[in-house]
């Protein structure tokens, strides 16, 4: 199959009619098409389209996840509100959180919600970016089925556990910080797997101590309780890999605590017996409305100018230009906006398999 480019037009079309075809209600399918979207259009492979059928659809197929949202408030202050997903889209239940959260910021400068019970909501970043639209911080986290090993560890115990900050800036894009607490994450090396690329060393710990690069034997291992991915720092105190274990820590407590929801190893996704079973996730959510400090247009102006600084400060020999957070994902955005996206093989098949299931009227450009 050719490699061509997909315009955003037809991707969002067909990506909503195959949640459909699996049940998914219309307006929520838009929801997970656009977040799903939003990770290929910054640029994040290992959680747009390549997640579309193994993480969604599959899951949907198996039964451990529902395609109906049903959402339930089970407790709720003026500005908290613990929230049960009930095993349905996560990103159903990341959108409405985060709505809820930047309600309740609207109308009393903070807002926060704990959700529990969810399924895999795809990009953190979209939803610290619907805050930072408002001109709000937006602060997201989520735990995750076990990955990485704690600092003097081999054993898969913590998610990938992001912490994800969204703040508005007078710039064209948000800052938007938006990264794993392990160095690299379990999608990522999914992505690698698919094109028969290996992990770079030091990324993953074997049951030996010793670093994996294998991508899919990494995958397999991961999966078996044989390998755990470092945590940010890398293994063992020396360069500081105890911060990132305890940042995946915090997220993991976050995750969990404040709505009695699961946490470490009860996050596998397999039962007693072996068989594959709903992961019962947890997020939390978290909306500042800046305007209930000095206002929203001058903490944008402050922000933007912090920003600015830091990128028009001394560069390395060599190094062209400095980013900061969001940026490279705005300019990957303005390259793809008119020329689409480009699938790798594996997700094409994919796209022709839903398709073929689901007897859509779709035809594709990498079919010519």
């Not at 199959?1 to 307006?27: S, T």
């Not at 690299?184 to 797997?193: A, D, H, L, P, V």
């Amino acid at each position: 199959m050719n490699g061509h480019y997909i315009g955003w037009e037809l991707l969002q079309n067909f990506l909503v009619d195959a949640f459909k075809g699996y049940g998914v209600p219309e307006e929520d399918a838009k929801i997970c098409t656009n977040i799903l979207l939003e990770s290929d259009r910054r640029g994040i492979e290992s959680h747009g389209c390549n997640r579309f059928k193994p993480i969604y659809i599959d899951r949907i197929a198996d039964g451990i996840q529902k395609p109906v949202t049903e959402l339930e408030i089970i407790k709720e202050t003026r500005t908290t509100a613990v929230v049960d997903g009930h095993d349905g889209m996560g990103q159903v239940v990341g959108y409405r959180s985060m709505e809820l959260a930047i309600e309740k910021a609207r109308e009393y400068g903070l807002g926060m919600v704990a959700a529990r019970n969810s399924t895999h909501y795809g990009i953190a970043g979209y939803y610290a970016t619907m805050a930072a639209k408002e001109n709000m911080i937006g602060i997201t986290g989520t735990n995750a089925r076990p990955s990485i090993a704690p600092t003097f560890g081999v054993e898969n115990m913590l998610g990938t556990n992001p912490l994800t900050i969204g703040i508005p800036t007078d710039e064209d894009f948000s800052f938007v910080l938006d990264c794993a607490t392990s160095i690299t994450q379990r999608g990522k090396i999914e992505y690698f797997s698919r094109i028969n690329k290996d992990t770079p060393a030091g990324m993953v710990v074997g049951r030996d101590g010793e670093a994996m690069t294998d991508s899919t034997q990494i995958l397999k291992d991961l999966s078996a309780g044989k390998a755990a991915l470092a945590p940010l720092g890398g293994i063992g105190e020396e360069l500081g890999g105890y911060k990132g274990y305890g940042y995946a820590t915090a997220v993991e407590i976050l995750s969990a605590a404040l709505q009695g929801g699961n946490y470490l190893r009860m996050l596998t996704g397999v039962d007693e017996r072996g068989n594959k079973a709903p992961y019962h996730l947890g997020h939390f959510f978290i909306a500042i409305d800046t305007e209930a400090f000095i206002g929203a247009e001058p903490f944008k102006k402050t922000a933007g100018s912090i920003l600015r600084e830091l990128r028009a400060s001394a560069r390395a020999p060599g190094q062209e230009r400095i980013y900061t957070a969001g940026e490279k994902e705005y300019l990957i955005w303005l390259e793809r906006r008119d020329k689409g996206l480009m699938l790798n093989a594996s997700v094409q098949k994919d796209f022709i398999a839903v398709r073929d299931a689901l007897k859509l009227p779709y035809a594709f450009p990498f079919e010519d």
